[in-house]
């Protein structure tokens, strides 16, 4: 994938790009950037124009003015498509990624064609699950002048038992983001319960999810008006890190 940037209102925004045809936007996770889907982009792009971007914090982009909510992050997916004259998009996302895209998808439904979501960020009991902000692995992690902060960030993916280049791609971008390191994990617990406004979503809509998560998601899949859900058994947050071939073919099923 080729690197450029776009202008939007809160400053510049950095994006991957390759292919020609009809387009589809993929959305990283937090604490990530959009070298997430590096080999995922390069696989999709054999036969559609993919886009990639970093949202504000995080990778190349800008910083916005304040910690930004989900339906802001989404706002500046809409300009982002506005700058570059993309009409409308077919939509990845992967875990707060995915939830931006929904924020998208609600905001602007002629703009979204159709969402592949991994690990959708949803609580049965959404009191309940906003209190997972108060988590100390979603606090943000001071920058120290002695560099000791990088062996959190790199705990922070390590529980997840991941090899080393995975685990290393992840604090880069942590690193890059520095205090904002966190920012899309608060703003995804204090996002407002959307269980109403899914009822409202009726593009085709696939989601992928791993076996401790499948009550929520299929939860969600009956809120929306057309979707469908899969259980992948070794699914966690770096899925299309490790295994881009897979994910990009499930991708590709839904285009």
Wanted: aromatic share 10%; proline share 4%; glycine share 6%.
């Amino acid at each position: 994938m080729r690197r450029a940037y776009v202008d939007i209102a809160e400053g510049q925004m950095h994006y991957r790009y390759a292919g020609e045809g009809e387009p589809v936007i993929l959305l990283h996770m937090s604490g990530s950037s959009s070298d997430e889907f590096e080999k995922v982009g390069d696989i999709l792009a054999k036969d559609h124009r993919v886009y990639a971007p970093d949202l504000l914090a995080f990778g190349y982009s800008d910083r916005p003015p304040c910690v930004y909510t989900m339906q802001q992050h989404a706002e500046t997916i809409i300009e982002f498509m506005e700058s570059l004259n993309i009409k409308s998009a077919f939509f990845v996302g992967n875990l707060v990624g995915a939830n931006i895209s929904v924020h998208v998808a609600l905001l602007c439904p002629d703009r979204v064609k159709g969402m592949f979501l991994s690990s959708f960020c949803y609580g049965l009991d959404y009191k309940e699950y906003q209190k997972f902000g108060d988590l100390p692995v979603y606090q943000p992690v001071e920058v120290k002048d002695d560099g000791s902060h990088l062996i959190e960030l790199w705990r922070r993916t390590q529980r997840y038992k991941e090899s080393t280049g995975v685990i290393s791609a992840r604090t880069l971008c942590m690193h890059m983001a520095g205090d904002w390191s966190e920012s899309l994990h608060k703003a995804l617990f204090t996002d407002r319960d959307l269980t109403e406004e899914l009822k409202t979503i009726s593009i085709p809509v696939k989601l992928i999810v791993a076996p401790n998560d499948e009550a929520s998601t299929r939860r969600v899949s009956e809120l929306l008006q057309n979707a469908q859900y899969q259980v992948i058994e070794n699914l966690n947050p770096f899925f299309d890190r490790k295994y881009p071939d897979i994910f990009a073919n499930m991708v590709e099923e839904c285009l």
